[in-house]
């Protein structure tokens, strides 16, 4: 979406696109850090909780580690269940996603990290935004 702005007495419309622009990509949930570990033998790792803003919107998961060369697939769930609320994907080293989801307006929810049936724990760091 492009936004032409015109303005008199020398103020720089650039700068100004560009000051709201910043404003703009704050809109929404803002991103939090996440650092759990999955749980070997098919365990669950998850995230702290955050309120979803927006009905139609999909989480936003930046994801900076996935321990030891694994990958993991993330959903999100209600905060106090485990049930997926829509698809997962599956995450590695600085992987940038979208989670679709069912979870409406003013919900509490998390991220769910799973793995499969690893032998061993595994350990994800990054950030999420529910939207």
Same mark, same amino acid.
């Given at each position: 979406m492009r936004r032409t702005v015109k303005l008199a007495g020398g103020v720089s419309a650039v700068g100004l696109i560009l000051a709201?622009? +910043? &404003? +703009? !990509? $704050? !809109? @929404?949930t803002s991103y939090k850090s996440y650092n759990t &570990?999955? @749980?070997k033998y @098919? @365990? !669950?790792g998850y995230s702290a &909780? $955050? &309120?979803k803003r927006f009905t139609d919107a999909s989480a936003s998961v930046r994801s900076a580690t996935v321990g030891g060369?694994?990958? !993991?697939?993330?959903?999100?769930?209600?905060s106090n269940s485990g049930f997926c609320l829509g698809g997962s994907k599956t995450i590695n080293d600085g992987s940038n996603v979208l989670v679709w989801n069912f979870a409406t307006e003013g919900s509490t929810v998390r991220l769910k990290f799973t793995d499969g049936w690893q032998w061993v724990n595994v350990q994800v760091t990054g950030t999420w935004a529910s939207d």
């Open positions: 709201f622009g +910043a &404003t +703009a !990509a $704050q !809109a @929404g &570990t999955i @749980g @098919g @365990g !669950a &909780t $955050q &309120t060369d694994y990958t !993991a697939d993330v959903c999100l769930v209600p």
